[in-house]
């Protein structure tokens, strides 16, 4: 047993041994508490079973250790053949473990304070059955060697098979020098390697690791690892430890003059410094202070009137809505929420220091099912790959690309399935002599649909489709909460009927409009322009000045317009209908209703309109659902003449209703004749 004056010297040299700190902090404590209870207690069986541990855990990933657990197998080797040695039940084990360390590390060293000297001649003499030593000198030092092809440590002796080997010493900024060797039983050889300096080199840490480099703007590769001690001189001025900075990114090859270098990081500026010519003359290593990269982040906000939504950031989930200021690196962003029904997407850009705010509103996911048939035509490559780009061109819904090889029908089954998609695009070749139109067929998930007959070589096929499909939404208007009508030989627009607060603010009824801030105006399309973006308005009819509020004004959904792709108009309505609440609710149900009686479903529009409710009595509202209720009755035939009926006459309690918008033709009349016409 070592002497115990010793033990203080012992420890100390553990704790400081190189690269122990990168392990495993457990593995390393069971390492030291083994050495301890042979060198303190002289407990061999307690710091065997500990050294053994130690094996188990290293020797399975001994190929990929780095050179601190390469270190402390060895040494737990070692010291297991030193106790196998001193116990007579298990001395024949010593010379395995000393064999196990040669295969780990030819070039290891037993301890010979340690090991007995029967012990450093059986090693020596198991080392020297299958290796010879080689001597080596390197001028100047610093450099890495590899042997065959394999890089090594560079030192002073190694430890070689019987056998021809190339030697390669390198350094950066000097030519690199070769030497082979033959190596036979006995031998001792030895290779000395002179370098000639062929340039400067520049050496630097980067904090953070992962940095890419570019060096007059041709990328280099990334700053990356953890470095060690030999960066203490650079760590330490900078307040920083080694492991905060990256491994040394060495510059070689450096041309006389000056040179731009430059790191990028994500989440982080891009650093730019200029090498001035005195770096590279005369021909010199130099070592640079650390380059600290200065954070790059934003925030990111993102709310929404509908429940549900899920948000991603170029495909990664970033948590339920809503969000507030999440901190997000500066960059442009595909962003994506997912809600339980329709998605939204947006690509935006978050400024350095910036803060991005949107209200995400879901719209419909539109599916692209593919091209029914596997049938050859003129333009067909062509088509697929406009129908491919289709979502770049899409405002009002979110494009899904079809999956590679999967057939429209199965695709169709696996969104329909999984309610991944409220609209469903499908190509159908149209069947003839020679093909020259496809059938594009658009879809809701219930099943209303729109055909549209394209040719492939037409200059673009997709364009009237995709018109359709950008249109916006026209249900609202601008407009002063009055009825207008354009009356023959009147100067201006007539007003028919204007809400209580509009009378009250100065507007008379069954008198015409002349002026609309100090302009002349003839009819009601010419005021609803004049109101612009305004917030309040001043007109006059004739009299004193008027000064009234602008507002929003509801329109019908129109039926049969060639400027709408319909699927998509009952797909948003659904969209928007579940995120609203009171009359914006139910003139939603009355637009859905029309585009199902678009469709001809004049039953499942029933089942929306009864359900629907308007508090508002002026233009569309109350009184025109009610009209178009008795409508879709007398669609389903005589069987609900009653139920008509009785729509029709709810009707007549909104005298100031309209058809169509605010300046369509009052409901009243058009339900009394209906009223004349079901007797």
């Not at 914006?584 to 009355?590: I, M, Q, R």
Request: neutral net charge; aromatic residues 6%.
């Amino acid at each position: 047993m070592p002497p115990r004056r010793f033990l203080p010297l012992l420890l100390l040299g553990l704790l400081a041994a190189p690269g122990l700190r990168a392990q495993d902090p457990a593995l390393k404590d069971t390492f030291l508490q083994a050495k301890a209870l042979w060198a303190t207690q002289g407990d061999r069986d307690g710091a065997t079973a500990r050294f053994e541990s130690v094996v188990a855990a290293l020797a399975p990933r001994a190929a990929t250790l780095d050179a601190a657990g390469t270190q402390m197998l060895c040494e737990s080797y070692n010291w297991l053949a030193v106790l196998d040695d001193r116990n007579p039940a298990t001395k024949a084990r010593a010379l395995t473990r000393l064999q196990a360390l040669l295969d780990l590390n030819p070039d290891f060293d037993v301890d010979r304070t340690l090991t007995s000297q029967r012990l450093i001649g059986q090693f020596e003499r198991l080392r020297s059955e299958k290796l010879a030593q080689v001597k080596l000198s390197y001028d100047p030092p610093g450099g890495t060697l590899t042997v065959d092809g394999r890089a090594t440590p560079a030192l002073a002796r190694k430890f070689l098979p019987f056998g021809t080997h190339k030697l390669v010493y390198a350094r950066p900024g000097h030519t690199p020098a070769e030497a082979a060797v033959e190596l036979g039983p006995r031998d001792v050889k030895s290779v000395d390697f002179k370098l000639t300096r062929v340039s400067s080199t520049i050496t630097f840490y980067v904090q953070p690791s992962g940095a890419e480099v570019f060096l007059d703007g041709r990328s280099l590769g990334r700053a990356q690892g953890v470095a060690g001690a030999e960066a203490l001189d650079v760590a330490i001025p900078a307040g920083l430890r080694p492991e905060d900075l990256s491994a040394g990114f060495v510059l070689d090859g450096l041309k006389p003059g000056k040179h731009e270098l430059e790191l990028r990081a994500p989440c982080f500026r891009t650093k730019r410094l200029e090498i001035a010519a005195s770096f590279t003359t005369p021909m010199a290593d130099h070592v640079l202070q650390v380059v600290r990269l200065e954070p790059s982040k934003g925030t990111l906000s993102v709310a929404s009137a509908w429940p549900g939504g899920e948000l991603f950031l170029d495909g990664q989930d970033r948590g339920p809505l809503p969000i507030q200021k999440l901190p997000v690196c500066a960059g442009t962003y595909d962003l994506l929420v997912r809600f339980p029904s329709g998605g939204f997407a947006q690509r935006l850009t978050v400024a350095e220091g910036g803060a991005v705010s949107l209200e995400a509103r879901p719209k419909p996911r539109l599916a692209l099912l593919g091209l029914e048939g596997d049938q050859a035509f003129t333009g067909r490559d062509r088509l697929l790959a406009l129908l491919q780009k289709l979502g770049d061109r899409l405002q009002q819904v979110t494009f899904l690309a079809p999956r590679p090889g999967e057939a429209p029908r199965a695709a169709l089954d696996r969104l329909r399935a999984a309610h991944e998609a409220e609209l469903f695009l499908t190509a159908v070749p149209v069947p003839d002599q020679v093909i020259h139109r496809v059938e594009l067929v658009l879809s809701t998930a219930d099943g209303e649909t729109e055909q549209t007959l394209v040719q492939p070589l037409e200059e673009d096929p997709l364009g009237p489709l995709v018109a359709r499909l950008n249109a916006p939404l026209p249900l609202q208007t601008r407009g002063i909460d009055a009825t207008l009508l354009d009356l023959p030989g009147q100067p201006g627009p007539w007003v028919l009927a204007a809400s209580e607060a509009a009378q009250k603010a100065g507007l008379q009824l069954q008198k015409p409009i002349v002026q609309v801030e100090g302009q002349p105006v003839t009819d009601a399309a010419a005021l609803r322009r004049a109101l612009g973006a305004k917030d309040r308005v001043t007109l006059s009819q004739g009299g004193a000045p008027v000064t009234l509020p602008v507002q929003q004004e509801p329109l019908e959904l129109p039926l049969a317009s060639n400027a709408l792709a319909y699927p998509a108009v009952l797909a948003q309505l659904r969209l928007q209908y579940l995120g609203a609440k009171g009359d914006e609710a139910g003139l939603l149900k009355l637009d859905i209703g029309l585009a199902l009686m678009h469709f001809h479903r004049y039953d499942k529009a029933i089942e929306v309109l009864r359900d629907a409710h308007v508090g508002a009595t002026l233009g569309v509202s109350q009184g025109t659902l009610d009209y178009e209720t008795g409508l879709c009755f007398l669609r389903l035939g005589s069987a609900y003449h009653s139920e008509a009926a009785q729509a029709f006459r709810q009707a007549l309690k909104y005298p100031q209703a309209t058809l169509f918008g605010p300046d369509g033709p009052l409901v009243a009349p058009l339900a009394r004749q209906a009223l004349e016409d079901l007797k």
